[in-house]
C-alpha cells in the first residue's frame, strides 16, 4: 500500500510544490481536487484534459518527485434539485472521469449526492428514518427515480473511460453507509464502489473493520481515506452525534475528525490496515487532514509517521509454515 495525501491543505502553495514537500515527508501518492468542494488549485482539469503536452508535462512532474497520483478528486452533488447546481457538477465529475482515463489514473473519488425529497423539492432532503410513512415515500423516489437512473449512467461512462468511480459514504448525502454503497454498486455495475472513509463511519457507530470485510467482499473498495474521527462520550451522551454545532466549536461537538493516531490508537489503525491486505486492497492509503485543533503541515506529519509504521512494503511470503 501507498500512503498518500489528499492535497487541499497544500493549497497554500504551488503542486510543484506541494509535490516536493510530500515527497519529502515520504508520501507515495497524491488525491488532487480536479472540481466541486476539493476545489481544483493544483490540477484544472480544463487545462489538461484532451492536452496530450500538458499531461506529459504533468507525468514529467510526478516522475521527478516519483509521485504517482492515486484518485482525481471532485466531491459534489450531480443530483442536486437545483438544475444549474446539478450540472455543474455533473460536468465536473465526467470530465473527471475522461481524464483519469487519459492520465492512466484509475479512480475518481465524489460523492454520491442527495436529490430533493419529490420532483417539487427545491432542498436536498437526508432521509434517516422510515417514518411517518411520506418519508419512506421519498427515499424510494430518491432511489429509484433519481439516484439508479444518474449513476447507472455515469457506470457507463466510467467503463468506456476504464475507470473506477470511488463514493465516499458521507452522511447527508444519498449513499452513507455501506449497504447503500452495495445497492448502487449492484443496480449500475462494478465501477461503482466505495472510497473507503472511515472517519463518517466512527461516529455513526459502524465497526471498521466489518465494514471492510463486507465491501472487500464484493471487491468494492476503490479507494481509500485514511481519516480519523473521535467521539467525545460527554458531549454525545447528552446530544447523540447527529451534532449542528460548528466544527470550529470544539469543545461542545460530540465528535471531531482528528488526525491519524487521536481519534484511534496505532493497534486499531494496524488492524484496519492488515484487515485491507485481507480483502486485497492494495492502494493508496489517502490522508484527508481535517483536524481543527492542529495545523496541516503538523496533522499530516503524524499521520505519515503513523501510517508508516502501520503499512506494509511488501508482499507476503509463501506460508511455509501452513
Known amino acids: 500500500m501507498d500512503i498518500g495525501v489528499h492535497s487541499p491543505p497544500l493549497y497554500d502553495r504551488s503542486f510543484a510544490e506541494a ?6 515527508i515520504g508520501v507515495d501518492a497524491v488525491e488532487p481536487g480536479v472540481g466541486g468542494y476539493p476545489g481544483d488549485e493544483h490540477l484544472d482539469r480544463r487545462a489538461y484534459l ?7 508535462d504533468l507525468t514529467a512532474l510526478l516522475d521527478e518527485h516519483d509521485m ?10 450531480p443530483i442536486h434539485p437545483d ?29 454520491s449526492g442527495l436529490p430533493a425529497g419529490s420532483p417539487n423539492d427545491e432542498t436536498p432532503n437526508w432521509i434517516t428514518a422510515p417514518w411517518p410513512s411520506e418519508h419512506a415515500e421519498a427515499h424510494e423516489y430518491q432511489w429509484e427515480e433519481v439516484g439508479i437512473p444518474y449513476w447507472s449512467g455515469i457506470a457507463e461512462h466510467a467503463e468506456s473511460h476504464g475507470v473506477d468511480v470511488a463514493i465516499e459514504m458521507h452522511p447527508n448525502m444519498l449513499v452513507y453507509e455501506p449497504h447503500g454503497l452495495l445497492r448502487l454498486r449492484e443496480a449500475t455495475n462494478e465501477r461503482i464502489g466505495a ?11 459502524i ?25 467525545y462520550e460527554e458531549q454525545a451522551r447528552e446530544k447523540g452525534v447527529l451534532d449542528t454545532t460548528p466544527y470550529t466549536d470544539e469543545a461542545n461537538r460530540s465528535w471531531l475528525f482528528r488526525s ?36 496541516s503541515l503538523e496533522g499530516l506529519e503524524k499521520a505519515v509517521e503513523m501510517l ?15
Open 19 to 24: 509535490l516536493a514537500y510530500l515527497d519529502d
Open 50 to 56: 484532451d492536452d496530450e503536452d500538458a499531461q506529459a
Open 68 to 77: 504517482r497520483i492515486s484518485a482525481l478528486a471532485t466531491h459534489n452533488n
Open 83 to 111: 438544475e444549474e447546481r446539478a450540472a455543474e457538477a455533473d460536468t465536473e465529475l465526467r470530465e473527471a472521469i475522461e481524464l483519469a482515463g487519459q492520465l492512466d489514473v484509475n479512480t475518481v473519488t465524489c460523492f
Open 195 to 205: 472510497n473507503f472513509d472511515p472517519s463518517h463511519l466512527y461516529w455513526q457507530g
Open 207 to 231: 465497526e471498521i473493520t466489518d465494514a471492510i470485510r463486507l465491501l472487500g467482499d464484493e471487491d468494492a473498495i476503490h479507494h481509500f481515506h485514511a481519516k480519523d474521527t473521535r467521539v
Open 260 to 295: 491519524i493516531g487521536y481519534g484511534h490508537d496505532e493497534l486499531h489503525w494496524k488492524d484496519v490496515v492488515s484487515t485491507l491486505r485481507m480483502v486485497g486492497y492494495d492502494g493508496a492509503l489517502s490522508i484527508e487532514h481535517e483536524d481543527s485543533l492542529t495545523s
Open 308 to 322: 508508516d509504521r502501520a503499512v506494509f512494503d511488501s508482499h507476503p511470503d509463501e506460508a511455509f509454515w501452513a
